[in-house]
């Protein structure tokens, strides 16, 4: 597929996204406590921790819906902490939302080609990447149909595929598999290991937890705002300070 | 969605179009004539709001103002210093343009929205009246005269029917570049904007810049119009041009038409020209006749927002939805199947 993702695929190879003492607060509330993350190239990367830790504050950081209070995040080399949401797709980031919001009175098609405009030159070269974008995700046949009338899985891959489209260097998902049977759950992650495939870097939020070990090259753990643990899924599956954070403190569990 | 298939429009368009531009050839009183061209000034100002406050949802409560800078920049540079008004209608688009790119980008640039930002255009409208109310250079509340003369280089025609023509012409051009403006990036931008702004801007849509440009384009065109009011009526003041009538006709219109549609402020202007026409017929007598006319347009009006939500080009789509054949293509999209 010529138009979208088209990268050497050098895995975990150069430092994507470095995100620097990156801290948010909310007044007297602390989101997000000096997180230090660096993404490489070409892996699919998971961001989990119980709810309410901070993670989704971290994506709208990273996208520019929020302003940092403190920290850095750089992209590709480059501070884009001050810039607007905007800019910063147009750089190479996009990002889906927790809850999935396609642009409800408008069909698959035109939500999608609204993403493909980002980068594309023309309306009609934004035309055939909707297309290829809307083949990748198994919406072809769904091309005219209102964001409204869609089912929830659908609107799911209708996100993905207007993120997609924006032809980003790092799409960051936030639990894109919510609400999804296994079976779903099981498709969604082939179709973003072609994604990764395909030379783009993933990062994602999730709280199927076997999903998200079963996808992610590695994973960091939040909680309360803080990363308390970093490494491959192997490694963070022995962390103890994950179970505790998870479970709590009472909980101890067999070495498996 | 049955009316937006391409081949559907632009027959409708072009029919349209060859019914307007002929109509001086069996309409021949002047009486008519008139009336003619004051409906499609009136339709000609609703579509130039409409692209603003329809498809960029900037719902401005001053675009009179722009009205009122065309018809007075021509004005006076064709007193003050001879400048033919068919150029001076340029320069006075282009100060319309300035004014309305720069309010917008202070209000969204301060995160003035929705209904503030109308607010601030309101201010904006009232302001200006209020200005060259009392401004001597512009004759102040008094207005300005012009004088009819066989000068068609200086935009003044002897019969009407040229006037005719050039409304008619207007009146397409900005038919032509609302169908543009739809099938472009900037309109795809429109309806992100219109539909999730802050998604929108996740993926890549300036909003703020998007609607600068499209305030620019609605209120240079809305200033040509002004220029052509000073130039067929021959009388400009505060209370013409500046006032809140004008953009009652806009906002009546288009809202009526259906806001957002290429057909909707003309047909929603049509309805209304002619229904005030009509009652003006009325026997009723003496100065009843306007007052009674006034409380049943208003009662129309209400009735329609409050009934027909999407104005009569919803309407018109449910009707039209009644036929079988369409009826399937509507299935075929709510479903997908």
């Known amino acids: ?256 | 969605m049955f009316f937006s298939t391409p081949s559907l429009k632009r027959a409708i368009f072009i029919l349209f179009v060859m019914a307007l531009f002929s109509a001086p050839l069996f309409v021949k009183s002047d009486y008519h004539l008139t009336v003619l061209i004051g409906a499609l000034y009136g339709a000609y100002i609703c579509v130039c709001w409409n692209l603003a406050a329809g498809y960029a949802g900037l719902f401005s409560l001053g675009h009179q103002a722009f009205l009122g800078l065309g018809a007075y920049t021509s004005t006076i540079l064709f007193i003050k210093y001879e400048i033919t008004p068919w150029v001076g209608m340029f320069v006075g688009g282009i100060i319309a343009a300035v004014f309305g790119s720069f309010i917008t980008f202070v209000c969204y640039r301060y995160r003035v929205k929705g209904m503030f930002f109308a607010v601030a255009t309101l201010a904006f409208g009232f302001l200006l009246q209020a200005l060259f109310m009392t401004w001597d250079y512009v004759n102040a509340s008094t207005g300005i005269w012009l004088t009819l003369q066989n000068k068609p280089q200086n935009f003044f025609f002897m019969a009407r029917a040229p006037y005719y023509w050039v409304i008619c012409g207007l009146l397409v051009i900005s038919l032509l570049i609302t169908y543009c403006l739809e099938r472009s990036r900037l309109g795809y931008y429109m309806v992100a904007i219109r539909e999730d702004e802050d998604v929108a801007e996740s993926l890549g849509v300036n909003s703020s810049k998007s609607k600068v440009i499209v305030m620019a384009l609605s209120a240079f065109l809305t200033a040509l119009g002004g220029t052509f009011y000073a130039q067929f009526y021959l009388y400009i003041s505060p209370a013409c041009v500046l006032s809140m009538d004008p953009l009652i006709t806009m906002q009546v219109g288009t809202l009526v038409g259906g806001s957002g549609t290429l057909f909707g402020p003309v047909i929603g202007w049509a309805f209304f020209s002619l229904l005030g026409e009509y009652l003006r017929g009325l026997p009723f007598g003496g100065t009843a006749v306007g007052v009674i006319s006034r409380i049943i347009w208003g009662l129309s009006l209400l009735l329609v927002i409050l009934f027909l939500p999407t104005g009569m080009i919803g309407l018109g789509r449910k009707l039209v939805g009644l036929l079988p054949w369409i009826r399937k293509k509507a299935s075929i999209r709510e479903t997908g199947s």
């Open chain 1, 1 to 256: 597929m010529e138009g979208v993702g088209a990268q050497k695929k050098a895995r975990g190879s150069m430092g994507l996204l470095k995100l620097s003492k990156l801290s948010k607060s909310f007044g007297g509330l602390q989101a997000v406590k000096e997180v230090n993350l660096e993404i490489n190239q070409g892996e699919i990367f998971g961001l989990i921790g119980p709810n309410g830790s901070g993670k989704t504050t971290l994506f709208n950081l990273i996208s520019g819906a929020l302003r940092l209070t403190e920290g850095s995040i750089r992209f590709r080399e480059e501070e884009i902490s001050k810039l607007k949401p905007h800019e910063i797709c147009k750089r190479g980031i996009a990002r889906t939302f927790q809850i999935a919001r396609p642009f409800a009175d408008v069909s698959a098609y035109e939500n999608v080609i609204i993403g493909a405009l980002n980068q594309a030159s023309s309306v009609s070269t934004a035309a055939r990447i909707t297309d290829e974008v809307l083949s990748l995700t198994h919406l072809l046949n769904k091309k005219n149909v209102n964001g409204k009338n869609l089912t929830i899985p659908e609107r799911r891959r209708l996100e993905l595929a207007r993120s997609l489209a924006t032809q980003p260097k790092l799409l960051m998902l936030d639990e894109p598999m919510a609400g999804l049977t296994p079976t779903e759950v099981e498709e969604m992650g082939e179709l973003l290991r072609r994604i990764r495939d395909m030379g783009i870097t993933i990062l994602i939020i999730e709280h199927i937890l076997q999903a998200v070990m079963t996808l992610s090259d590695r994973i960091a753990v939040l909680n309360y705002g803080q990363k308390i643990a970093e490494g491959t899924p192997e490694e963070i599956g022995r962390d103890q300070k994950v179970v505790e954070a998870y479970l709590g403190e009472e909980y101890v569990i067999a070495d498996s």
